[in-house]
């Protein structure tokens, strides 16, 4: 059953997909980005984990006048109802990291898959693989979710479960030229020799090779699922029974002559979190 | 393409809850008005006759009527696309045309590209309906140099070239938050394809040669790297059609976009399969286009391996 491919030395191992993602070509990062990117996502991480402890008030109860500006007691103002905005940018992190952190894993896991059974299996699953891959990355995942969600109405898990579904396809296409590259080592070729089934090196000899870029592109899906989440809720395709920073910016807007604060400071939240990420990348790239 | 996008979007509107005749005749109707409503759509039929009769429609171009506006979905899509084109259009134009020369500026030392590549990730983060708002709180409520919202000054009469400049003056916010998460990535991705090009024994030549770092950098590293500019640039287009539509409702811009979340608030599914479709059309049409430019530049890459959209 095992079948032994031709081998492939280094010099005519195929070239990386370079479509991949702009990310993904291996270039040197920057150490220095790790400092400000922790700084920046440190207290983001704190208020998603345990929102509870970070937040001074109840964001749904009434905890002050209304419309009170950025002040000691209330450091983000307080809305048209006296409710704290901290709290609720504070408890809107854990909705958008939440769902951020649902559609990486499942773009991961469903990227990875595709990727690697690609590029080990080349010819017609390879073919038929990456032509799906291709489908899914020009369908424009903002509206299918659009659709999805008001179909089905609007829930953080059903938004996560869209957004994972349809953000796979580079994650896939950079395992694929990763494990092509690899298909031909010669570990790869003692695993078969040995008489290992294909899941079996997929999974114990391929996967950990493969993990480490996927982690560098994993970040700019979060990314993107964190803004299409806010993008969403801006439009009212939120979660109605918990906060979440595109819904904290929807309707803060209709107050915007009377409290400035109020659409300022959760538009805030989304650029510290996507940018701490972003440099995040940058910080961490040296290591893989 | 075109025919699993549509089979998955009646598949996804066909398992929902409520459906269409909820929407229409409110969740208490009697029995004799939703019969009325299902025979005026053809909803009463068989799954797979209404199928094909979708597909039957798709082909000829027929998306079928809009249940809200009562027109052919068609008609309200044309209605809409002129007023999206002149908020696209000028703004990929001004993303490709500052971005490729800044993602090149970028590219040429490190230390220069630093502030560059920092303004380029943070403008990457930031969310276009956000800055829309932000830049209209600034320059159209605190100093008022732009209109609030809308395409048109309701109460000028002008027309011909006057009219031009009335929507042009309402256009430029909108242009500009549009167009700047479009900069940002062609900028990201221009330098990292620049790099690549930068180390390649060529470049050396070029500049050995006596070419300025200039034209050295525009005549040819930049020919070698736009292939892959180009298809990102391309793939793209559907990131950047959802941030038209948020635009677009930040600013009540009647084009898609508004025209999107009105559908979606109405559950007027055919004008939502046609605005999907649509979309999914310009999509395709950019990533073609993409690959046919993509052929233009680079000769080595045959037809029958480029043409894969």
Redesign the interface.
Known sequence: MTTVAPVRTGRDAPPRDRLAEPGAAPRPGRRGALVPALLLLLPVAAAAIAPGLVAPFDPFANSGPALTAPGWAHPFGTDDLGRDLLSGVVYGARTSLTVAALATLLACAIGTGIGMVAGYFGGLIDDALMRFTEFVQVVPRFFVALLVLTLFGPSAVTMALVLGLMSWPGLARLTRAETLSLRGREFVRAAEALGGSPAWILRRHLLPHVQRPVLAVAAPVATGAILTEAGLSYLGLSDPNAMSWGKLIQTGQAFYTHGWWLPLMPGAAIVVTCFGLALLVEGLRPRF | ?LL??GTA?FL??H???GGPIVALAGEFADADTVADIERRFGLDRPLHVQYLKFLAGLARGDLGESWFYGEPVLQVLQDRLPATLILVVPSLLLAAGIGVPLGILAARSRRRGLGIMLAA??A???????LG??LR?AFS?EVQWFPVQGMTDARSAADGLRQWLDIARHAVLPVATLTLHQLA?TV??TR??I??ERRQPYFMTALAKGNGRRRAEYRHALPNGSP?IV??FA?RV??F??GA??VE?VFAWPGFGQL??AA??N?DFPL?IG??LA??CV??LA?LVADIVYMAIDPRILPHRGA??
Do not use: C, K, Q
């Open positions: 393409m699993a996008v979007l996804l509107l398992a929902t809850p990730l943070l990457f983060a930031v969310p276009s309906f956000w708002h932000l709180m409520v990535y990201l991705l990292s394809a790099e690549v892959t298809t990102l793939n559907g990131w059609l959802a539509v948020l409702v999107a979340d979606i608030r559950r939502v605005i999907v979309v999914t999509t395709l990533n894969r959209a």
